[in-house]
């Protein structure tokens, strides 16, 4: 006969701990988890009030042959952290089903902070951290309230022991995140399951960014460490484009030109570019911290030149940035933009070539002859950059979210019928009539904009700010950005995608969801505190990685050593327990009354003060109730309901020792004192 340890007031608290560890699990993972852990929480229940008996071994072992082969099919693979914290997850709630003993608690309590923590693996926001907080709450909660008996316990005081013990463990867990070494455990473990990329792609064809321009996503936070730059300089450049086929424009590199010499990586032989665009003179620049959001990508984006300050990433030849590793989770950076440093870049000639490469004479006919006019008509590069720009403005072309499609040749369909089109349609059919009017040119792709926080001082850029423009080649000026967009509709520049389209019917409804994210009032005011406390959380927390760790030891410990951080760890530990030593002792003051202690107390020292004869320290409340009825016969009715109350609400399980019962006594007392005198 099982005998059954684990007390019953704990019983629910494990439920419900069970449930709220699972919970992020159930909500991501496959349909079938949730139903298991249902499943399991009924035939608990039902054995709990003795309906079934718990299942045995061979039942149990069923259980988990078929949750290993669920875990399979879900995700083809029973390893990995998809499948390894599914796997995890369902064994947990499985191990319910074999408590019994309190140590089988114990057990499924201790799993239950691995649970937990391995929703940070998917996601590691302030929400989720504190939601894991919680969780681990309840587990305390749990741990106490194993360790009490069925008799006289509170459900709800498991809780308040376990907030005070977490409170404790608090500083101890701030010592231990600031000086312990950041190494690479399970916390940088990369998840990458395949889910869908956010963000742009290696290339630009029509409509690609006016569909990701739909999107209210963040895309990246930037914090300044000065002053921000105007919103019409805000361009964040992640991609250039050089090869056009007639429709879609892609990445590359000149031919014949090697990687090394591409792109300056840090640890590898610097190219000579690099070295000649380090010893050009700067100027005054802008530093910044980039927080990206996930992409699945290696570029990353920041206004031109940067130079980077902190974090992994090499220098294009294009001054473009790329991470060393797809980033597959937030991940910051700092850098410090020079915008004049575009000018110390110098031009090969096979790099010219492939700026001005075209593709074949069938795409692009009227666009072609008209760059070619315009060039023959001007007296330099930039008189065709403005004529090109003077005729975007000075034509009907219309910005929009809806262009119309161009299925045969994108050029000219879009310069000489439709004139309908969002940024990449301008960017690209600028760049391709500088190239046929001889000009090197190429398309770049980004964001442009960002929206600034009231409470901080970071700019948020969202999806919707994705945005594409020119770079033309000008002797003695280097690579110089031309946005055609800007000719059309030039509030997309200096007041945002939607401002631009404010006024656009045919826009209305693609623009309906963006206006009501960006609304105003009270929902505006919590958008604008939860960026700023998700940014906060991002710098602080997630961004305390190595680099700036030895930066802040560095600062406290005047040098970084094994040694001198053990020493560290050893004193914050030690003045930590002192501190909870002395917190402990100030609170020791030696045995304290209850109140019902208390309240008969002052009856028995006001019954022998005035009966001049003292008390039996052990007397009972009746017995003190009899004295006063043989001394003060008027007053024995009201010492006998004294008695009577007082000991109801000591042994009588229904009667409840609260405030109330006690100020009943106190008046009872009160008025027993003026029949005494």
Known sequence: MRVYQVPTHTRLWLVITIIACSLPQLIRGPA?????????????????????????????????????????????????????????????????LEVVRQRDAYVVIVLGYFVCATALLFERGPGMFGYVLLCMLLLTACLVGINHSDTGVRPLAHLRRAGALTLQALPVMLVLFVLVPRVAPLWNMRIDSGQARTGMSDSMAPGEISELSQSSDPAFRIAFDGPMPVPGERYWRGLTLSHFDGRTWQQAIPRGMEKKDYLAERGSPAPGWYKALMSAERGSGYRYQVIMEPTQRSWLFAMKVPVIEQGDAALARDMRLVAQKPVSETFAYTVTSYPVLSGAMRLDSIERELMLSLPDQDVGRRARGLAQQWRLDSSSAEEVVDRALRYFREHPFYYTLSPPPLPVDPVDEFLFMTRRGFCEHYASSFTFMMR?????????????????????????VRQYDAHAWSEVWLEGRGWVRVDPTAAVAPDRVENGLRAALSDSADDEPLLSGLQSFANSGLLGRLRQWGDYVDFQWQTWVLGYNSQSQMSLLRQLLGSVSPLRIALALLAGITLLLGLYTLFLLSRDRGYRQSPMEREFWRLHQRVASLSGVPLDTGITPAQLAERIAERWPRAAEPARQWALQYQQALYNPAVLADNPRIRHLRRLRNRLYKLLD
């Open 436 to 460: 046929a009017a001889g000009i090197p040119a190429r398309v770049v792709v980004g964001y442009q904009g960002g929206e600034p926080n009231a409470l901080g001082s970071h700019l948020m």
């Open 32 to 96: 079938w988890q949730a139903g298991l852990v249902i499943l399991v929480m009924v035939i608990r229940a039902l054995a709990d009030r003795q309906r079934i008996r718990l299942p045995g071994k061979m039942v149990r072992g069923v259980l988990m042959a078929s949750v290993v082969g669920l875990t399979w099919f879900s995700f083809g693979r029973i390893y990995g952290p998809d499948a390894g914290v599914a796997l995890l997850v369902s064994l947990f709630s499985l191990k319910y």
